[in-house]
C-alpha cells in the first residue's frame, strides 16, 4: 500500500488534494492537526492528512464518497410545518427559565417567541432583550395576521438592534496633523491587547501602507515587552519600552515621523485601583493619547460590566472586542454598548497575526452579536 500525506490550513481542502491526486477509491488513513509554532507568529495551525491507494476492496465508510454531501430532495409542506411547530415548542422551552415579566410578554406577544429566543440564546441580557421586543412590539399593527406580525416583529427588532450599535474606524490615512496617531490600549488581564495590537500594526503597516511604532508600557507581565519587540522585529517597525512619563515623552519624540504610534499597557484586575491610576497618571501626562478599551467576550456580563467602569477613568474614545471565536454568546457585545454608549473600533477572532481581526461596520457587528461571525477586513 502506497502512503502518502498531504498537508492543508482545513480538512476540506486535504481531501480535495488527496482526491485529485488519488482518486474518489482513496483510503484516509489517518488525520492530524498540528499547532503552529508559538514563537512565529504568522504561522498557522494546518491539518496533515494520511491517506493511501489500496488493491482491496475497500467499504463505503471507506472511500471519499463518504465525505462529500448528498443533497436532500425536497422536503413536503407538511415537514416544514411540523418543524416550524418544534422550532417554536423549543423556543418556549428555553423561555421557562426567566421571570414573570417575560411569560407576561410571551403571553401578550406570542408572536415575539421565536426572536426573544434567538436574542437570549446569542447572550443579549433579558432586561435588554425584553426591552427590545417591547419597543418593537408598539410599533407593529395589531390587525395583521400571525404570520406578518412575526415577519414584522424580526424587522422592527432587527433595526432596533442596528440602531444601537456603533462603530468607528479610528486608523485611517485621513490624519494631516502632521503629529503621529498615538492610542493606548487598556484593559483587565488576558483579554488580548499585545496580542490585538500586533494584528493592527500589521493591518496599518502592510494593507494601509501607514508608518507604525510600537511602545509598551506594560513593566508588570514577565516578557510584555519581548512579546511585543518579537512582532515589531518580524514587521520591521520601531520598538521602545517606557516606563516613566519622560520614557513614554522620548519614546514618542523619537517616532514623531510616524503615522500612528500603538501603546501596549499592563493588564491588571479591575479591582486593583492603585495600578490603573498609576498607568492613567503615565499616559496622561501632557500626551494627547486616544485610549481604546479591550473587553474579551468570554467574561461573564457581569465582570465585563464591572471592568468597564473600572477603567472608564481613561475617557476610552472606543471598545474593542476580544476572542469572539471561543463564544457563541457575543450577544453580551449589545449589552456593552447600551451601557457605556461607546463605538466598536476592532474585534479580534482568533490569535492569527494579522489575519483574525476585523474592523467592522455596523452590519458586520450585529452579525456578529446574533452569533453570525463576521469576514475579516479585506482591502
Known amino acids: 500500500m502506497n502512503r502518502k500525506i498531504f498537508k492543508a490550513e482545513n480538512i476540506q481542502q486535504a481531501i480535495a488534494n488527496i482526491k485529485e491526486e488519488l482518486g474518489s477509491d482513496a483510503m484516509i488513513l489517518s488525520t492530524r492537526k498540528v499547532a503552529k509554532k508559538p514563537l512565529d507568529p504568522y504561522a498557522k495551525d494546518y491539518f496533515e492528512v494520511e491517506a493511501a491507494l489500496s488493491p482491496q476492496k475497500v467499504g463505503p465508510s471507506q472511500k471519499m464518497e463518504s465525505f462529500q454531501k448528498v443533497e436532500s430532495s425536497q422536503k413536503p409542506d407538511w415537514v416544514s410545518d411540523v418543524e416550524s411547530d418544534i422550532a417554536d415548542i423549543r423556543d418556549m422551552i428555553s423561555l421557562a427559565g426567566y421571570g414573570g415579566g417575560m411569560h407576561n410578554m410571551v403571553c401578550n406577544h406570542f408572536e415575539s417567541v421565536g426572536v426573544l429566543a434567538s436574542l437570549l440564546r446569542a447572550g443579549v441580557s433579558d432586561s435588554l432583550a425584553g426591552n427590545i421586543i417591547q419597543d418593537a412590539c408598539a410599533l407593529m399593527d395589531e390587525n395583521m395576521d400571525q404570520g406578518a406580525k412575526i415577519k414584522s416583529l424580526k424587522k422592527f427588532v432587527m433595526r432596533q438592534c442596528l440602531d444601537k450599535l456603533a462603530t468607528k474606524d479610528c486608523f485611517t490615512a ?8 498615538v492610542s493606548a490600549f487598556v484593559g483587565p488581564t488576558g483579554v488580548g491587547k499585545t496580542t490585538t495590537i500586533a494584528k493592527l500594526a500589521a493591518l496599518l503597516t502592510f494593507q494601509r501602507k501607514m508608518r507604525v511604532g510600537l511602545i509598551s508600557i506594560d513593566n508588570f507581565r514577565v516578557g510584555a515587552l519581548e512579546q511585543l519587540k518579537a512582532y515589531a522585529s ?25 503615522d500612528v504610534v500603538l501603546i501596549d499597557t499592563a493588564g491588571h484586575s479591575h479591582f486593583d485601583k492603585q495600578k490603573i491610576d498609576e498607568i492613567l497618571e503615565l499616559i496622561n501626562a501632557d500626551f494627547r493619547i486616544s485610549t481604546h478599551l479591550v473587553l474579551s467576550v468570554t467574561a461573564e456580563s457581569t465582570i465585563m460590566k464591572d471592568a468597564a467602569s473600572a477603567f472608564s477613568v481613561f475617557q476610552p474614545d472606543t471598545l474593542v472586542f476580544t476572542k469572539i471565536d471561543e463564544t457563541k454568546r457575543c450577544g453580551k457585545i449589545l449589552d456593552q454598548i447600551n451601557d457605556i454608549q461607546l463605538p466598536v473600533s476592532l474585534i479580534a477572532n482568533g490569535q492569527r497575526v494579522p489575519e483574525d481581526l476585523i474592523v467592522p461596520d455596523r452590519r458586520q457587528l450585529l452579525k456578529i452579536v446574533l452569533g453570525k461571525k463576521g469576514s475579516k477586513e479585506r482591502q
Open 174 to 181: 485621513e490624519n494631516r496633523s502632521g503629529i503621529p496617531h
Open 234 to 258: 518580524i514587521m520591521g517597525l520601531p520598538c521602545a519600552r517606557a516606563f516613566s512619563s519622560q520614557d513614554l515623552s522620548n519614546a514618542l519624540d523619537r517616532m514623531k515621523s510616524l
